[in-house]
């Protein structure tokens, strides 16, 4: 468990555009990008929060949010590679603050066969379930996204923030795709199954595995609202957080693999990598586990699949 933590302590520190050398990543001249502070979009929020990081194209639009979830204690401007990448195709790209200083991992040795669906429904709904966190509904990332989309609108009603939320002010599901990265991709993965999006996009993770009961998640094997050929993912096969074998496990459960399947290896391929919703890497990294999000060259073009192959 100590080394677990020391390991995740790194991610605080290591920014994710520097998971390796191969490549600079071209800065797009029609992206524009901003942070925004929680408390510009409700006084409520403490001042000390971290900012969202927001990306918008201003020649190219798709009209589809890119709402993106960071890992554990993640600052949401360390993923600018992909979310800069995202935009640089006509999304509209969030990265999101909001309470992610307890990682997903260490709950696996938990008794408590639901530790993980309390645990993810508390920090994406604000439903008090989880004795491991304590978010409102305020600060549960479903309001956190409402409450930056309104600021966004109000400060900016030329850019139609306002098409991803419907006419009751709750968010407009099928024109986002819900991603993320380590815990944020089992964020974006739960609030696919509680929601019919437009696709789900999660790297290195989902990662809910109980070590306890040698299993993963109950709610992993759940049927969901957005159909399995939208969710895809990106692994590392030699990850250091959570074991490969564990996250094949994951996913077969999830549906996009089958029990015999394994995901598609991509470093020397290209697309559309053999049509398969489950992809893994074997790439040098300085981390591993961060290497899905980084900026090696091949990956522009496995996002670019994952985002929008049908």
């Known amino acids: 468990m100590k080394k677990i933590a020391i ?24 992206n524009v990008s901003l942070l925004i502070e929680p408390v510009q979009t409700d006084s409520n929020y403490l001042r000390t929060e971290k900012k969202h ?25 360390n993923y600018n590679i992909v979310c800069d990448y995202g935009a640089s195709i006509g999304l ?6 909001y309470p992610n200083n307890v990682a997903t991992e260490p709950l696996g040795s938990s008794s408590d066969q639901f530790v993980f669906d309390n645990y993810r429904d508390e920090i994406c709904f604000g439903n008090p379930v989880s004795d491991e966190v304590d978010v409102n509904n305020l600060n549960s990332i479903n309001t956190r996204t409402i409450k930056l989309l309104e600021y966004l609108h109000l400060e900016y009603p030329d850019q139609n923030w306002n098409q991803y939320l419907t006419s009751s002010n709750t968010l407009q599901w099928d024109k986002i795709i819900v991603s993320g990265h380590s815990q944020g991709s089992g964020h974006a993965c739960y609030l696919g199954k509680h929601n019919l999006v437009d ?7 989902p990662n809910d595995y109980s070590t306890f009961y040698n299993e993963p998640a109950n709610w992993i094997s759940e049927i969901g609202n957005t159909p399995l050929n939208k969710q895809f993912s990106l692994l590392h096969t030699q990850d250091e957080i959570v074991s490969f074998s564990n996250q094949v496990d994951i996913l077969r459960d999830l549906g996009v693999l089958s029990s015999t399947e394994t995901p598609t290896l991509v470093d020397f391929l290209t697309t559309p990598y053999a049509n398969s919703n489950s992809l893994s890497l074997n790439i040098s990294a300085t981390l591993n586990h961060n290497s899905t999000i980084g900026g090696n060259s091949i990956l522009p073009e496995v996002w670019k699949y994952m985002l929008t192959h049908e």
């Open 7 to 30: 390991i995740f302590s790194i991610l605080i520190f290591l920014s994710c555009n520097k998971e390796d050398d191969q490549t600079t990543p071209v800065i797009n001249p029609q």
């Open 53 to 77: 990081y927001v990306v918008r194209n201003n020649q190219t639009h798709l009209n589809k949010l890119f709402l993106f979830i960071g890992g554990s204690w993640s600052l949401p401007r």
């Open 92 to 97: 509209d790209v969030i990265s999101l603050s």
């Open 199 to 205: 696709r789900v996009v999660m790297f290195a993770g």
